[in-house]
């Protein structure tokens, strides 16, 4: 019995620990249409976010490891990358994958936990997941934008 409380929270949290909230897609929907005048779509679409305070050199290997998959996304407009801080990006970087910039800085005042870079999977009008991508480890963001 001293065990059954333990297992249940420890479910609960398991059960909703990477779980979009409708908070998170009224956030992000409210940010995308203020900031942008776009409205998450009913296909799957991703964007990928990278705030201002972020590592440059982490940041940029890591698109760039990965460009000719994130150009082809690009392309097929399945997905979209934002940034508040352009400076952040390589030039060749900016011009082969086109950013969204955010010049109010919200993206960095959102409630939705972004650290150095973020992918927002989305379905069906709705957030389905945020996965913080930590830009010094071998995360590959193919796998987390299928």
Do not use: W
């Not at 964007?47 to 460009?67: A, F, W």
């Not at 086109?98 to 939705?112: A, E």
């Amino acid at each position: 019995m001293k065990y059954l409380l333990p297992l249940i929270l420890a479910c609960y949290m398991a059960c909703t620990g990477n779980a979009p909230s409708d908070k998170q897609t009224d956030i992000f929907s409210n940010y995308l249409g203020a900031g942008f005048g776009l409205s998450i779509p009913a296909h799957i679409h991703h964007y990928i976010l990278i705030p201002k305070m972020t590592c440059k050199g982490c940041v940029n290997g890591k698109l760039q490891d990965e460009l000719p998959f994130l150009q082809e996304e690009v392309r097929a407009g399945r997905l979209t990358l934002i940034t508040s801080n352009l400076q952040v990006l390589d030039e060749p970087l900016k011009q082969k994958l086109g950013f969204l910039t955010d010049t109010q800085g919200s993206l960095d005042r959102l409630n939705l936990r972004i650290r150095n870079m973020a992918v927002v999977r989305t379905k069906d009008h709705r957030v389905s997941s945020i996965t913080s991508v930590q830009t010094d480890d071998t995360t590959r963001l193919s796998l987390l934008i299928k």
